[in-house]
């Protein structure tokens, strides 16, 4: 495998991982709203509300800084890979 080739895999790696967070963190919001949506309707039960707030509040924060840093380090990669061979 050549070292250009090596490299876009890793920038398609750490592409993917972005997205999934995003996607992660678009979903998140979504159940939230949605949450907020229910809690106002009297015909859902508190308890299932309480319930699902907690689930949510237990959910990990969506963190993409160490996708963002294998993101940056495969450019830098390239950005060295490129400046050797000009």
């Known amino acids: 495998m ?4 090596k490299h876009i895999d890793e920038l398609i790696i750490a592409a993917d991982k ?3 967070l995003a996607q992660k963190q678009h979903d998140m919001s979504k ?6 949506k229910d809690a106002r309707n009297p015909e859902i039960d508190i ?3 309480q319930r699902r707030k907690s689930q949510l509040d237990e959910a990990h924060v969506v ?3 160490s ?3 294998e993101l940056r380090l495969t450019l830098k990669k390239i950005h060295n890979w490129r ?4």
């Open 83 to 86: 400046s050797k061979r000009a």
């Open 47 to 49: 308890a299932e509300i």
């Open 31 to 36: 159940a939230w709203q949605k949450l907020a």
């Open 67 to 69: 996708a963002i840093d």
């Open 63 to 65: 963190d993409f800084g």
């Open 18 to 20: 972005i997205d999934a």
């Open 2 to 5: 050549r070292h250009s080739d």
